[in-house]
């Protein structure tokens, strides 16, 4: 049903964690010796050692994420009396950041102090005055929808949608098949693929065997094999699916999940347009309509779309596991996308998703050696993951392919992100591969899963409640930002020529700006970490750098995620230390990555820079 994947999804970056930890092999020994005294002005957390992924809370809030003050281990002491940090034996933090404001009432400014903890033994060391990061809520930054404009296509009545009422528009399914669109199933021009039942159109087949009733795997394969041969040789359909706990989620949901599936043409009623390279564009889709696609996903019915876009767009590849060691993870991610279509067809979600690509046109790339442009606030944690800052501008560490190997057995960040976020994986659907100056920016998408582990380690841990609040577009205050990194696997020292960092820079900057600035007011921060700095070949240091420089002339702060990597983030708070102290401004930082780039071989980024 699909073309054959040209492109390596599976070669997918890794984010650091306990089990594949930053590549930090190039600092040597010698650099810690440097770490001789307090740096003012970094802000730096770190925490005791504890798995980055969370469970299911038994008595706290689903969004509760930051833990309390406890008992530091031997190593992350060493660190806090170090940083002369540790208020307590305990480890205890102070909130700093909302200290003085009543200053910003007028700017409507939400201090971050339920994520950011200053943890200083005084105001004096704390970074830019002890104020902390503060920014507005990511609410302030949700894009309002435009149907009048002619790059945002609205799949929903937007009269309806005045009124909180959430109905597809048009009314009646328009049937379009033309290059410009997604290919839909129950389209009259879909035909079967199977050259020995030319003729056949598509969604007559597809109708015909789901509507039959299914009562175990084998009835779910036959039914699918009808119109996407070759899915009864997949074995991992029976090893998941006869599981226990897959098995009496799938069978008790199955009437449901095939009527949702067959609603396709009552619910996707419009054409959908595709997000296509080279033109900045909006799609907004209802969370009903993105489960509908993905229900049809689950049963493997969408065609063969045209090249260039992301591949498989069906499920049946999370299923063809040959790694025995990937066994785990999958059945892990088949759980959450289980759970997920079970709570999609017991309750209709009632919300819209924004799917915005952005393009960096050649007029307005900046001028790096020329920006006189102060560095904004940076915070550095060692603990934390990216999703839980719902305030804040979220990365994804993306595959130019959106999604990466989330629908085969790829299981890091961009994937286990998509996984419990599943209404991220329509991205997949209309989505063209992103080239050096474009992103994808997602605002609006649900959270269903807990999780815990990391790539072979991941499991499901439970369903997940997202209590975040909806916009008045009834979109879940929640902005991600899809933004792929150079791969430097081979020749890792050509990151630092001028025209690798420049795509980055401007990579991240356009990510990072605002799509719809608030006058008088600061934009929220970006929380982000080793963007490109795992299978991807990145230097830490250097992505660390490139992307607080694009964060600063965006005007935004940044927290920066090191993924419990303590020695790390002294690296950075250094770094951080080292440009305040100076203070340095964009430009100048520039011209050092530059005279750094000329003299590598005999050093590394950290003594450069701190040596």
Request: glycine share 6%; charged share 25%.
């Amino acid at each position: 049903m699909e073309d054959s994947d040209s492109q390596n999804t599976e070669e997918y970056e890794p984010v650091a964690s306990p089990s594949s930890p930053p590549d930090a092999s190039s600092e040597g020994s010698e650099d810690t010796a440097k770490l001789d005294s307090s740096p003012p002005g970094a802000e730096l957390e770190t925490g005791p050692a504890k798995s980055p992924r969370h469970d299911p809370p038994k008595q706290a809030s689903p969004q509760s994420c930051e833990p309390e003050g406890s008992e530091a281990d031997a190593e992350d002491a060493a660190v806090d009396r170090f940083f002369n940090h540790a208020n307590s034996p305990n480890n205890e933090l102070s909130a700093t950041a909302g200290e003085d404001c009543e200053n910003n009432d007028s700017l409507d400014v939400d201090p971050i102090d339920d994520y950011l903890f200053s943890p200083v033994a005084s105001e004096d060391e704390s970074f830019s005055g002890g104020s902390g990061l503060r920014s507005i809520h990511i609410r302030k930054e949700m894009t309002p929808i435009d149907s009048s404009c002619g790059h945002h296509t609205l799949l929903v009545d937007r009269n309806a949608l005045q009124v909180g009422a959430i109905v597809s528009h048009p009314e009646k399914f328009v049937d379009k098949w033309h290059a410009d669109y997604f290919r839909m199933a129950c389209s009259k021009t879909a035909n079967l693929d199977n050259s020995k039942t030319t003729g056949l159109k598509l969604w007559e087949v597809i109708q015909a065997n789901l509507s039959r009733e299914i009562f175990s795997v084998d009835d779910l394969l036959t039914a699918m094999e009808a119109y996407s041969p070759g899915v009864c040789k997949i074995s991992g359909y029976r090893k998941f699916l006869s599981r226990e706990e897959a098995f009496s989620c799938l069978i008790n949901m199955m009437p449901k999940l095939r009527a949702l599936a067959l609603d396709l043409p009552r619910v996707v009623t419009q054409p959908i347009p595709l997000l296509k390279q080279g033109v900045s564009a909006s799609l907004t889709l209802s969370q009903h309509q993105i489960a509908v696609l993905l229900a049809n996903a689950f049963f493997n019915t969408h065609p063969r779309q045209l090249p260039g876009y992301p591949v498989p767009i069906n499920c049946k590849e999370m299923f063809n596991v040959r790694a025995h060691d990937r066994e785990k993870s999958s059945f892990a991610k088949i759980r959450c996308l289980l759970n997920y279509l079970e709570r999609v067809c017991n309750s209709t979600p009632q919300g819209l998703v924004t799917f915005h690509r952005r393009v960096l046109d050649q007029q307005d790339r900046p001028q790096w050696e020329k920006l006189n442009v102060s560095f904004t606030k940076c915070h550095i944690k060692s603990q934390g993951l990216i999703e839980e800052h719902e305030d804040m501008l979220q990365v994804d560490f993306a595959n130019k392919f959106v999604g990466g190997g989330v629908l085969r057995t790829g299981c890091v960040q961009e994937e286990i992100r998509f996984i419990i976020c599943p209404e991220l994986i329509a991205s997949r659907f209309f989505t063209q591969q992103l080239l050096d100056n474009e992103v994808l920016i997602i605002q609006g998408a649900e959270r269903y899963s807990y999780f815990s582990g990391y790539a072979r380690t991941f499991k499901y841990t439970g369903d997940y409640i997202d209590t975040t609040q909806q916009d008045p577009f009834l979109r879940r205050y929640t902005t991600v930002v899809a933004m792929d990194a150079s791969v430097f696997r081979v020749a890792k020292s050509q990151q630092f020529n001028p025209p690798s960092m420049i795509r980055e820079l401007n990579k991240a900057y356009l990510g990072f700006k605002p799509i719809q600035s608030v006058p008088d007011v600061r934009p929220t921060a970006v929380v982000t970490g080793n963007w490109g700095c795992g299978a991807f070949g990145g230097d830490p240091l250097l992505k660390f750098v490139l992307q607080w420089m694009a964060a600063s002339l965006a005007g935004r702060d940044m927290v920066y995620l090191t993924f419990e990597n303590v020695e790390l983030a002294r690296k950075l708070a250094n770094i951080v230390s080292f440009v305040n102290q100076k203070p340095l401004v964009i430009s100048q930082m520039w011209r050092m990555l530059c005279q750094y780039n000329r003299n590598k071989d005999s050093n590394d980024l950290y003594k450069f820079l701190c040596g």
